[in-house]
C-alpha cells in the first residue's frame, strides 16, 4: 500500500511514520504540508521520497493508493472528499470531522467511490480492547448500571498558536480529548446514549477548555464523561458499574505507555481467567494483557492496511463515526454552544 500524507502535523510521526517501519506492506510514498519548506524538512527526516507543493498534488498523485490526512478537523472534510474523489483509500485523523453534517458527507462519498474511510481512532486496535470485551461479555459484572470516561490533560491555557484553542478549526476539548471517552463508552455499553446535561468551561468565547456531559441509554444504563485541556494533571480511564462490580481501565488511550485493567467483584471469586491480585470484597483482580507493550498505532496502520485489502470496514468506520459526531454535536448543543462550524474559506490550500 502506496501512503500520502496529507500535512506534517505533530501527530503524523508517531501515528504513522514510525509504525509504517515495522508493519510490512506499507510505505510511505509521498507528503505535502502548508509550508514547502516543513514539507521538505519533514520528509527529509522522515524518509519521504517524493515532496508535493500542495496537498491538492498530493492527492491526485496518480502513484498513491492511500492519503493520511491529519489537518486540523476543521478540513478533514474538504481534503477527504478529494481523496475519495481521486479514488484514494482515507486514513482520517480523529475527530472525523468538524460536525455530524460533514461526517455524513464523508461516509456517504466513501460508499459512492467504493473506496475505504477509516477514523483514526488508534485505541480500538490494541489488545487491551478485546481483554477488556472478554471480561465485559463474561457476565462477572452482571449488567451495567453506569459507565464514565475521562481524558485531561495539564496542557496549559489558550493560545493563538495551538489550533486547539481556533474555533474555526474545530478546537475544543471535546473535540480533541473528549472524543475518546464518548467512543469508551459507547463501546463498553453498546447502542447511542443521549445527552442528559452538559457543560462546558470556555476560557475562549465558544471554545470549551473543559467539558463533561452526563449520558442516558434507553435500556437502563447511564453514563458520564469528562475532558479537560486544562487539567491539573494527567488522567485517562474507563469505569464500568455493574451489578456485581466494577471494571476500571487506566490509560485505554495508550496502553503502551502503562495500563491496567482492574476488577472488583462483590462476590469471592475471579475466575480462572488471567488475573492476579486480590478478589472478593476487599480487593481488586488485575487482568493481564498480552502484547500491552505494542503500540496503539502500530495496530491501527496494521488494521488500515488489511483493511483496504480486504475491502472490509473496520470498527472505526461508517456508521460508528457517524454516531460519534452526532453525540459530540448534541453534547455541545446541551450545554449552550453550536456544533463546530463547517470551514467555508480555503485555508487549507
Given at each position: 500500500?502506496?501512503?500520502?500524507?496529507?500535512?506534517?502535523?505533530?501527530?503524523?510521526?508517531?501515528?504513522?511514520?514510525?509504525?509504517?517501519?515495522?508493519?510490512?506492506?506499507?510505505?510511505?510514498?509521498?507528503?505535502?504540508?502548508?509550508?514547502?519548506?516543513?514539507?521538505?524538512?519533514?520528509?527529509?527526516?522522515?524518509?519521504?521520497?517524493?515532496?508535493?507543493?500542495?496537498?491538492?498534488?498530493?492527492?491526485?498523485?496518480?502513484?498513491l493508493?492511500?492519503?493520511?490526512?491529519?489537518?486540523?478537523?476543521?478540513?478533514?472534510?474538504?481534503?477527504?472528499?478529494?481523496?475519495?474523489?481521486?479514488?484514494?483509500?482515507?486514513?482520517?485523523?480523529?475527530p472525523?470531522?468538524?460536525?455530524?453534517?460533514?461526517?455524513?458527507?464523508?461516509?456517504?462519498?466513501?460508499?459512492?467511490?467504493?473506496?475505504?474511510?477509516?477514523?483514526?481512532?488508534?485505541?480500538?486496535?490494541?489488545?487491551?480492547?478485546?481483554?477488556?470485551?472478554?471480561?465485559?461479555?463474561?457476565?462477572?459484572?452482571?449488567?451495567?448500571?453506569?459507565?464514565?470516561?475521562?481524558?485531561?490533560?495539564?496542557d496549559?491555557?489558550?493560545?493563538?498558536?495551538?489550533?486547539?484553542?481556533?474555533?474555526?478549526?474545530?478546537?475544543?476539548?471535546?473535540?480533541?480529548?473528549?472524543?475518546?471517552?464518548?467512543?469508551?463508552?459507547?463501546?463498553?455499553?453498546?447502542?447511542?446514549?443521549?445527552?442528559?446535561?452538559?457543560?462546558?468551561?470556555?476560557?475562549?468565547?465558544?471554545?470549551?477548555?473543559?467539558?463533561?456531559?452526563?449520558?442516558?441509554?434507553?435500556?437502563?444504563?447511564?453514563?458520564?464523561?469528562?475532558?479537560?485541556?486544562?487539567?491539573?494533571?494527567?488522567?485517562?480511564?474507563?469505569?464500568?458499574v455493574?451489578?456485581?462490580?466494577?471494571?476500571?481501565?487506566t490509560?485505554?488511550?495508550?496502553?503502551?505507555?502503562?495500563?491496567?485493567?482492574?476488577?472488583?467483584?462483590?462476590?469471592?471469586?475471579?475466575?480462572?481467567?488471567?488475573?492476579?491480585?486480590?478478589?472478593?470484597?476487599?480487593?481488586?483482580a488485575?487482568?493481564?494483557?498480552?502484547?500491552?507493550?505494542?503500540?496503539?498505532?502500530?495496530?491501527?496502520?496494521?488494521?488500515?492496511?488489511?483493511?483496504?485489502?480486504?475491502?472490509?470496514?473496520p470498527?472505526?468506520?461508517?456508521?460508528?463515526?457517524?454516531?460519534?459526531?452526532?453525540?459530540?454535536?448534541?453534547?455541545?448543543?446541551?450545554?449552550?454552544?453550536?456544533?463546530?462550524?463547517?470551514?467555508?474559506?480555503?485555508?487549507?490550500?
Amino acid at each position: 500500500m502506496r501512503l500520502g500524507l496529507l500535512a506534517a502535523a505533530r501527530i503524523t510521526g508517531p501515528a504513522v511514520v514510525e509504525p509504517a517501519a515495522m508493519v510490512e506492506g506499507v510505505e510511505l510514498t509521498a507528503l505535502a504540508a502548508r509550508s514547502p519548506e516543513r514539507a521538505a524538512r519533514q520528509a527529509t527526516a522522515w524518509g519521504v521520497p517524493v515532496v508535493h507543493a500542495s496537498y491538492q498534488d498530493l492527492v491526485d498523485d496518480p502513484d498513491l493508493d492511500a492519503i493520511y490526512v491529519a489537518t486540523p478537523a476543521a478540513l478533514h472534510h474538504r481534503w477527504t472528499l478529494a481523496a475519495l474523489d481521486a479514488g484514494k483509500h482515507v486514513l482520517c485523523e480523529k475527530p472525523l470531522a468538524a460536525n455530524a453534517v460533514e461526517a455524513r458527507e464523508m461516509v456517504v462519498a466513501a460508499e459512492a467511490t467504493d473506496r475505504l474511510l477509516m477514523e483514526a481512532f488508534h485505541w480500538r486496535y490494541h489488545p487491551l480492547v478485546g481483554r477488556v470485551r472478554e471480561v465485559l461479555d463474561d457476565g462477572r459484572l452482571g449488567s451495567i448500571r453506569h459507565v464514565h470516561g475521562s481524558f485531561c490533560l495539564p496542557d496549559g491555557h489558550v493560545s493563538a498558536d495551538d489550533i486547539r484553542w481556533d474555533l474555526t478549526l474545530g478546537g475544543g476539548a471535546l473535540m480533541d480529548l473528549g472524543c475518546y471517552p464518548l467512543q469508551w463508552v459507547r463501546w463498553a455499553v453498546g447502542g447511542e446514549p443521549r445527552v442528559v446535561s452538559a457543560e462546558a468551561t470556555c476560557p475562549t468565547p465558544d471554545v470549551d477548555g473543559r467539558f463533561g456531559a452526563d449520558l442516558v441509554w434507553d435500556d437502563g444504563p447511564t453514563g458520564s464523561i469528562e475532558c479537560s485541556m486544562i487539567a491539573e494533571g494527567f488522567d485517562a480511564h474507563l469505569e464500568v458499574v455493574g451489578d456485581h462490580g466494577t471494571l476500571r481501565v487506566t490509560n485505554p488511550l495508550a496502553p503502551q505507555r502503562g495500563s491496567r485493567i482492574e476488577l472488583r467483584l462483590g462476590t469471592g471469586d475471579t475466575g480462572d481467567t488471567g488475573e492476579t491480585g486480590g478478589t472478593g470484597d476487599t480487593g481488586a483482580a488485575e487482568v493481564s494483557v498480552p502484547g500491552a507493550d505494542t503500540t496503539t498505532y502500530q495496530h491501527q496502520l496494521v488494521a488500515f492496511r488489511d483493511a483496504v485489502a480486504s475491502n472490509v470496514h473496520p470498527p472505526t468506520s461508517g456508521a460508528d463515526s457517524v454516531a460519534t459526531m452526532e453525540l459530540i454535536d448534541a453534547c455541545y448543543r446541551a450545554a449552550g454552544l453550536a456544533p463546530r462550524p463547517s470551514l467555508t474559506s480555503t485555508a487549507g490550500d
